[in-house]
């Protein structure tokens, strides 16, 4: 499994949209991820250029991509994502020396 921020912003429709349908859409985006193997593990409202941040795992990131798809046909929110490493799998990129990058 891989781990995916997503980082979301509401679209105009998203941000029209009747508070009892919030619900609504939270579980219609779950399903979506369940469908592609995936788990929206957090998902946190925020204040700032984002309404939400979103942790979720998926089988690899054509799964998350397919499945990100389907989410942004909903037409609620503009998404940003990033595939999410431990840093300790960074710290380890940092010391292999298989490709030379000085120029």
């Not at 193997?37 to 979720?56: Q, S």
Request: charged share 25%; hydrophobic share 50%.
């Amino acid at each position: 499994m891989i781990k995916v921020i997503a980082l979301c912003k509401l679209t105009e429709k998203g941000q029209v949209l009747a508070p009892d349908k919030a619900p609504v859409v939270l579980a219609k985006t779950q399903e979506i991820a369940a469908a592609y193997g995936g788990k929206l593990k957090e998902i946190w409202a925020t204040n700032g250029r984002y309404d939400f941040v979103v942790l979720a795992e998926y089988p690899d990131e054509l799964a998350a991509f397919k499945a990100y798809v389907k989410i942004n046909e909903l037409g609620v929110f503009h998404m940003e994502s990033a595939t999410a490493f431990p840093v300790e799998a960074y710290i380890e990129a940092l010391k292999e020396s298989k490709v030379l990058v000085a120029v």
